[in-house]
């Protein structure tokens, strides 16, 4: 990773929470906020490892535990924030579930699973925490391109972040103008559990980069990076927006599609 641009402490004295914050792109995310003075919670269903992420990222860090489909739970698990560190400065939601099917190939119970911890969790997440905010505070999305680029074994994943999208730019008229809150769509991201169930073998992997404009893997700091910038004072006119931070690789999949349909 290059050098950041941000400066040590710029988040001094700020309480961030990172809900899914125990592992891949949203740990990342909670490491690069404490990196910059932030208080963190991190949210995880595993009580070992939200205990083992807090204790990765270290001091001023803590591990909490709940379920992001249970309204209640997320409730109760940002209050114990709050009532540690104090008013919520920054919240991410970026708990998700996915796996490669096809329609015919999902029950109805499985579609439900992941739009219930993709769609419903954003939801509690940001609905919980609304009366738990500091003045002026940021929230951010963990979205997909799955959201505007329709994908073959995706419909779970496609309609879900859809509806985070959409979710966000809502939730950016009603509650601004102390309120901001965006989205990240992350690209093919090395070493995440994402990229492993999306390309789990060689080919499928070729394929994600053959799409990738700028010819290789994102890394989970620049996702970190992107976050930073969203809640921090060179962001503070940007609301209800979806930052792509994915190589170009969205830009390629219609033409791509095409050529796999040797219609190009």
């Known amino acids: 990773m290059t050098q950041s641009p941000f400066k040590d402490g710029l988040f001094e004295g700020k309480v961030v929470f990172v809900a899914g914050g125990t592992s891949g792109i949203n740990l990342g995310i909670a490491k690069r906020f404490a990196e910059l003075g932030a208080k ?3 949210l995880g269903r595993n009580p070992e490892k939200a205990a083992n992420a807090a204790a990765e990222i270290g001091h001023d860090a803590i591990g ?6 249970d309204y209640g739970a997320i ?10 560190f104090g008013p919520l400065d920054v919240v991410v939601s970026g708990a998700a579930g996915n796996f490669l099917a096809p329609v015919l190939g999902m029950s109805a119970n499985a579609f439900k699973t992941v739009v219930d911890i993709d769609l419903l969790g954003t939801f509690n997440v940001f609905r919980g ?8 505070a940021s929230l951010i999305a ?3 391109g799955q959201a505007v680029n329709p994908m073959q074994l995706q419909a779970h994943a496609c309609a879900a972040k859809a509806g985070i999208n959409q979710l966000v730019r809502v939730l950016a008229l009603e509650w601004g103008p102390n309120v901001r809150v965006n989205g990240i769509s992350p690209g093919p991201i090395e070493g995440t559990e994402g990229m492993a169930r999306l390309a789990p073998d060689a080919s499928t992997k070729q394929k994600h980069f053959d799409r990738i404009a700028m010819k290789r893997w994102g890394f989970i700091d620049e996702i970190a990076e992107g976050a930073v910038f969203l809640c921090s004072d060179a962001a503070k006119y940007v609301t209800g927006t979806i930052l792509d931070i994915d190589g170009g ?3 390629g999949d219609a033409t791509q599609r095409q050529i796999d349909k040797g219609l190009a």
Request: glycine residues 6%; proline residues 3%.
């Open 40 to 42: 963190v919670a991190v």
């Open 64 to 69: 909490l535990t709940a379920d992001v489909r």
């Open 75 to 84: 409730v109760g698990a940002m209050t114990q924030a709050r009532d540690t």
């Open 129 to 136: 925490c609304h009366g738990l905010l500091s003045p002026n």
């Open 142 to 144: 963990i979205t997909a």
């Open 249 to 251: 690789s969205s830009l």
